[in-house]
């Protein structure tokens, strides 16, 4: 199977890393975080990084890290921050950490809500593990989606070049897969995360198609099918629960004798006050209802003498 080699960038990395290295697409993050570090953060060398990938190979790729949140809310903030590009770029969600403990529905929800915004099916980049551990190859079968996988072979050590040799891609559905993130190529004396993209250019650029113009999100619809009587009379029950609750602040904070006994109330003494005379109020209804059992009680005697009569 043709595939082509890549990387995947963000601040980590210098502005200018997409023009000293060799590669033939590069992925860079646009936003996000995990927990710890704001969820709404925008990598500031997102435009010069990408702007170089496109400059020099056409294939390129922007990428929000998942912390979690709502979903809506985080795919919104993406789908903004990289409204310029949708079309020319591949877009991803970056699933792991924290935010994978949302699960597969959560995830969905992104996805859907990416493709409403951009027209673009994403690409879900997971490692291995949470892929089969999640299912999300039956998820991305689904919704049309397209899997980026890591797992790393050789584990943490340094990885020369993009030599993939003696290692295997476990998800055989993926259409990438990060293989290090220990990675060495020359023009940059750090590490980089090392990928491989099974297609050509062509390829490609179809996981950069959109089938819509980009849209914003939809804003709550007014209700203007409310009439002035209505109106008036949502008005009137407002008023009426303001009034009633501050005339209950008032009598909760009144520290005056409500008994006329002549002395003044303090810590909320009437509050008591106002339970005892409740009681004493339920003991006295108590005692009216005994004695009004026991004289229908005499009543239904009497009438049963006279009807015996």
């Keep these: 199977m043709a595939s082509i080699r890549g990387i995947d960038v963000s601040s980590n990395q210098p502005a200018d890393i997409c023009s000293m290295v060799d590669y033939d697409f590069a992925i860079v993050k646009a936003t996000g975080n995990p927990p710890g570090y704001a969820w709404n953060y ?63 529905e959560w995830l969905r929800e992104f996805a859907q809500r990416i493709k409403y915004r951009t027209g673009v099916n994403p690409v879900v980049y997971a490692s291995s593990s949470v892929i089969r551990d999640q299912d999300l190859e039956s998820l991305a079968e689904e919704e049309d989606l397209s899997l980026w996988s890591a797992n790393y072979w050789r584990g943490y050590d340094t990885v020369y070049g993009y030599d ?109 006050w106002i339970a005892a005379a409740v009681k004493e109020n339920a003991d006295a209804i108590e005692g009216l209802e005994s004695k009004l059992e026991t004289l229908e009680n005499k009543l239904d005697s009497i009438i049963e003498k006279l009807s015996a009569e």
Excluded at 60 to 80: I, Q, S, V
Aim: hydrophobic residues 30%; charged residues 25%.
């Design 42 to 104: 925008k990598n500031p060398y997102m435009e010069q990084q990408v702007g170089d990938a496109l400059a020099k190979t056409g294939c390129a790729g922007l990428y929000h890290f998942t912390f979690g949140r709502e979903a809506k809310e985080e795919a919104d903030f993406f789908c903004d921050t990289v409204s310029d590009y949708v079309g020319r770029v591949m877009l991803v969600i970056d699933y792991e950490g924290q935010a994978t403990d949302n699960g597969r």
């Design 164 to 272: 993939t040799s003696g290692m295997k891609q476990d998800i055989s559905s993926s259409a990438l897969w990060q293989f290090t993130s220990q990675g060495v190529l020359d023009g940059y004396d750090g590490y980089l995360d090392l990928d491989l993209f099974y297609g050509d250019y062509d390829t490609w650029q179809k996981y950069c198609a959109t089938s819509k113009e980009p849209s914003q999100p939809e804003e709550p619809e007014e209700d203007d099918d409310m009439t002035n009587d209505q109106a008036s009379q949502l008005n009137a029950i407002y008023d009426a629960c303001a009034g009633w609750m501050q005339a209950t602040y008032n009598e909760v904070m009144r520290t005056d004798d409500p008994t006329g006994r002549g002395y003044e109330m303090k810590d909320h003494d009437h509050i008591k």
